[in-house]
């Protein structure tokens, strides 16, 4: 689901955007402009929740926020509408949408990226990074240079804090390199060997892990937006409806448990690589680890993307650009008879060069 936030002007009644630039909302149509509000309660700080009191339903009705959604029938992305809003293009792969409203409740965002690039520099970043696909479609470049407006969208995330203690067994080895004289073609030669000595180990490991990021939507490929990666999660901003104005947010789809498991895949994976350094050794083994995790709390904020979906030919094409480091991910197109051309090209080539070799024998 999608929301659309829109703050009028006091001037001209016209609505503010939130200028990256200027770090602040800007009227387009009379050019006013308006400070940010200032921060909530807790000032700069974004207050973690506890991850129990969520999964048990125990979070408090503030924590929680009602929306009005329907489900793209192409991508299933789900999107919200404003209420005088009947019918409308989905922002992830461009397919017409009519609304079929219902209420989905959800965990509030508690803090979120502001967007540091605005369209222009957007754009200009995903032409930049078509012009080096040489495969491409000339005409979805063109037409991508030239299409309509991209989105700008909020994508949800999940983070998590957890505090880890690890017991585990294992073997370490050790390399031992022996030398001996053997007999080859009549000569006596030195033959070396490396063996490897094992020997049990077992020994505890402790990790406090720190905002361990976790996508929560499913509109687009994930292998986009890991490709999206790294976040400057340390410029993370309380969350204020102000910084959405002009811009869409995506509610989460990825429930709070389901994002848990992932992140405690990603917390497994570093706590094996901590195993290893301290059995240590020239090699590791593990047999066996118990983890023990606690002290869980999670945060759902929101990273800025900017989305281009494109129909061409029939097919959809999306391309979605880090809102902050202008990093650019997407699916790739392919040009069948640019690929034809460099094949013909590469074989002339070939044969070019093994004349010459010929000749030179």
């Known amino acids: 689901m999608t929301e659309e936030h829109r703050f009028p002007c006091e001037q001209c009644g016209a609505d503010y955007r939130f200028d990256p630039d200027k770090g602040q909302l800007v009227c387009d149509h009379c050019g006013h402009t308006e400070p940010m509000a200032e921060a909530g309660p807790w000032g700069g700080s974004i207050r973690e929740l506890d991850f129990r009191q969520a999964i048990d339903n125990l979070l408090p009705l ?23 809003t009947h019918a409308t293009e989905c922002p992830f792969c461009a397919t017409p ?14 803090g979120l990226l502001p967007f540091a690039l605005d369209e222009t520099a957007a ?14 479609p000339n005409g979805l470049k063109e037409y991508a240079r030239k299409g309509r ?19 585990y067994r294992g073997q370490r080895g050790t390399a031992h390199r022996t030398t001996r004289r053997v007999m080859r073609d009549g000569k006596m030669q030195t033959v070396s060997h490396t063996e490897i000595r094992w020997r049990p180990v077992s020994g505890r490991v402790s990790r406090f892990f720190d905002d361990v990021l976790v996508l929560a939507s499913r509109s687009l490929p994930k292998k986009f937006t890991d490709a ?9 901003e309380p969350y204020r409806p102000e910084f959405l104005a002009g811009f869409r947010s995506e ?35 593990i047999q066996h680890v118990d983890t023990s995790v606690s002290a869980v ?58 004349y010459v070799f010929a000749q030179s024998q």
């Not at 503030?62 to 299933?76: A, H, I, K, S």
């Not at 407006?149 to 998590?160: A, C, H, K, N």
């Not at 999306?318 to 008879?337: I, K």
Request: with cysteine; proline share 4%.
């Open 97 to 110: 949408v009519v609304t079929d409203t219902g209420i989905h409740r959800q965990i509030k965002p508690r």
């Open 297 to 354: 709390t999670f945060k759902h904020v929101l990273l800025p993307v900017w989305l281009a979906a494109y129909k061409y030919r029939g097919e959809t094409y999306r391309f979605v650009v880090n809102g902050t480091t202008g990093r650019v991910q997407g699916e790739r197109p392919w040009s069948a008879w640019k690929i034809a051309i460099a094949v013909i090209i590469g074989a002339i080539l070939a044969g070019g060069l093994g």
């Open 251 to 285: 509610g989460y789809q990825v429930d709070l448990d389901e994002g848990f498991v992932e992140a405690r895949a990603i917390m497994d994976r570093q706590i094996e690589r901590d195993v290893k350094f301290d059995i240590g050794g020239d090699r590791q083994r």
């Open 62 to 84: 503030q924590e929680m926020e009602d929306l009005r959604v329907t489900r793209c029938p192409n991508c299933g992305a789900e999107v919200e509408f404003q209420p005088d």
């Open 123 to 136: 754009h200009k970043a995903m032409g930049d990074w078509m012009g080096g696909l040489w495969f491409a």
């Open 228 to 236: 999206l990666q790294p976040w400057d999660l340390s410029r993370l």
């Open 149 to 167: 407006r991209m989105q700008g969208i909020y994508v949800p995330y999940w983070t998590f804090d957890a505090q880890t203690a690890s017991q």
